[in-house]
């Protein structure tokens, strides 16, 4: 059985060098230690250095830890700790810079890309967490399968699009069966992608089948006032007038509350406002079942839902456009 436990672990990113030097020398800095009052040991100092209190206590010989941002940005590494951190932690303020001296006995493992495409939606999602440390024990798959895969495959990278075509390709060289094929893409893509990166990726897709559309991700800062993420935009017998379907994207599994209705609803007045009149609001939920979830259907009839077995045969579709089959 597996006992390791796995974490992020955020540094100051102003002293990338500084960190990354240490690093390499066995030792994983820490900031909130420039008085020798906050030594954990002997903690007396009441500042933010009792946010390292858990780290302290907690990270055992073994555990492995993601770094964001190390050894550069856009980089995430995987460290290793070589001693119970509680019993192999030392304390001493870097002269130079008057500051970090937590010190936690680690290793550098490897590196790997945010972008890289062996890395799940779900390590992209957590690693958006601005805490300083957290656990990912329920991610333990995901970094095992980054552990296990070549540093020269690790630094790749690829935007979004290149993400879906590469899933694509993937799948239907592993199924031949129409609806194989369909639930391959679909599982790996769930895998692939988070809520935004979803919403990307189904622009990518929604483009290739339906090129003469204009077809944008709109979501962002405006997105409380339009409850759209992706607008398809369809010309209009008068010029300066349009038609247009308003697409709002969760990526939720299980039950799903009505307040999704609430949000695809304020697309109605806004982009009338914009001369575009609504003619279909779609909320696409990438994980839920329709029969989980039948209230939805049956609380507001202007709205459509697309539930998971529906987005696998919208995703079969953007594959097979890809690849060139029919």
């Known amino acids: 059985m597996d006992n390791k436990n796995y974490w992020c672990y955020r540094v100051d990113t102003s002293q990338l060098n500084f960190f990354w030097g240490q690093l390499n020398e066995g030792r994983l800095r820490q900031g909130w230690g420039w008085d020798e009052k ?4 002997d903690f007396k100092l009441d500042e933010g250095a009792g946010r390292n209190l858990p780290m302290f206590n ?3 010989n073994g555990d492995i830890l993601l770094i964001p941002q190390l050894p550069a940005w856009g980089d995430v590494a995987l460290v290793e700790a070589t001693e119970d951190w509680n019993k192999g932690y030392t304390f001493e303020i870097d ?3 008057g500051d970090y001296g937590h010190i936690f006995p680690a290793k550098y ?3 790997f890309a945010r972008a890289n495409e062996h890395v799940t939606g779900n390590l992209r999602s957590t690693l958006k967490n601005p805490s300083r440390f957290w ?3 329920h991610y ?3 970094v095992t399968l980054l552990l296990e895969t070549q540093v020269t495959e690790l ?3 690829q935007d979004y699009n290149s993400r879906l075509e590469s899933t694509i390709g993937n799948a239907f060289s592993e199924a031949f069966d129409e609806t194989l094929f369909a639930n391959k893409l679909y599982n790996k893509l769930t895998e692939q992608f988070t809520r935004e990166e979803w919403e990307f990726a189904l622009v990518h897709g929604l483009k290739k089948i339906f090129p003469f559309y204009q077809i944008e991700r709109v979501g962002g800062k405006e997105e409380i006032n339009h409850g759209t993420d992706i607008l398809i935009k369809l010309p209009g017998i008068i010029s300066n007038y349009g038609y247009a379907i308003a697409i709002q994207v969760k990526d939720y599994d299980g039950f799903v509350g009505t307040d999704v209705i609430a949000q695809i609803n304020k697309a109605d007045k806004y ?3 914009e001369n575009l009149k609504l003619i279909e609001k779609i909320v696409i939920i990438t994980k839920a079942k329709k029969d989980e979830n039948i209230q939805l259907l049956e609380q507001d009839k202007s709205v459509k839902f697309i539930f998971a077995n529906e987005l696998k045969q919208i995703l079969a579709e953007i594959g097979k456009s890809f690849i060139g089959v029919k």
Request: no cysteine; aromatic share 4%; hydrophobic share 30%.
């Open 38 to 41: 906050q030594d954990l040991r």
């Open 58 to 60: 907690r990270v055992k």
């Open 95 to 97: 002269k130079a810079l």
């Open 109 to 111: 493992l490897k590196k």
């Open 135 to 137: 656990n990912i024990n």
């Open 140 to 142: 333990s798959d995901d």
């Open 155 to 157: 630094s790749k990278t």
């Open 271 to 273: 982009w009338d406002t």
